[in-house]
């Protein structure tokens, strides 16, 4: 019955088929429909979802009498450190995603001796090596790759956590979020990362105002950043962006369609 469950969730929802493309990522899948919860039909919730299961359940589900292997992690916190980190480790290395454990434990360090925690440089360091062993033993996020080479688990952990550090990155001055995408508005490996920090800005932070001024701003980037808003609609819809935003983007869009200066795959992609 749970099987049959599964494999009906997934034919019904295409964002939960891509969530569900190899091993790893089915588990997770089968673990959060064994813990009794629906599948949403939002992909960045089905990516809340599986950050949550990976952090708070992983560590219970895979020991076999069903006891923690170790200590329980912090859902809030660990999203909270992993954000940020996400986020520098695709600008410092977007291809392969790994990061000496000596430069990992250094941005730590940094992260909790900066404005977030402002504590003692000793007392950081040991937080982070702390904060390091627990999510590499209790939660299979960060691994290891090689000999003290360290990465996400899977690119989609990577991507949605960056996400996650995008948005933070804005909390106080949206402008430096909008810094960021721009710089990375033509980049296909930043897409998916663009896409769910929308796609939290206004679904799951319930913000769809901001995420409508994010998405707006997109439309002076060129066709471009009129294609990238109007993914942005796509992916989260009217709810996620607002009324205004949605009628700014589809005007943008058919503008585009209609312009017979652009390359014609933009105004194909744009018509699309």
Request: proline share 5%; charged share 25%.
């Amino acid at each position: 019955a749970e099987r049959k469950s599964l494999l009906e969730a997934l034919d019904a929802n295409p964002g939960v088929e891509k969530l569900a493309s190899n091993p790893l990522l089915l588990t997770i899948l089968a673990l959060i429909k064994r813990q009794g919860v629906n599948l949403p039909n939002r992909r960045v919730e089905l990516y809340e979802l599986y950050l949550k299961t990976l952090i708070s359940a992983w560590n219970k589900s895979r020991a076999l009498d069903k006891r923690p292997v170790g200590p329980p992690m912090d859902y809030l916190e660990t999203v909270v450190v992993l954000g940020p980190l996400a986020l520098w480790l695709r600008e410092e290395n977007p291809t392969a995603g790994l990061v000496t454990e000596e430069r990992l434990i250094e941005w730590l360090t940094n992260y909790y001796a900066g404005d977030e925690w402002r504590l003692p440089r000793g007392e950081a360091m040991k937080r982070a090596r702390e904060f390091l062993q627990g999510v590499r033993q209790y939660s299979n996020l960060l691994i290891e790759r090689g000999q003290g080479r360290y990465g996400f688990i899977h690119l989609t952990f990577e991507e949605a956590l960056a996400a996650r550090g995008l948005v933070q990155l804005g909390q106080l001055k949206l402008d430096d979020s909008l810094a960021v995408i721009e710089k990375h508005l033509t980049d296909p490996g930043w897409r998916e990362t663009i896409l769910l920090a929308v796609g939290i800005w206004g679904l799951v932070r319930e913000q769809p105002r901001v995420a409508g001024e994010v998405a707006r701003a997109m439309l002076k980037w060129g066709h471009e950043g009129v294609l990238l808003a109007g993914a942005c609609l796509e992916d989260v819809g009217e709810l996620g962006l607002g009324r205004i935003a949605k009628q700014e983007i589809t005007g943008a869009l058919l503008a585009a369609n209609r312009d017979r200066s652009l390359p014609p795959t933009v105004q194909r992609d744009a018509g699309f």
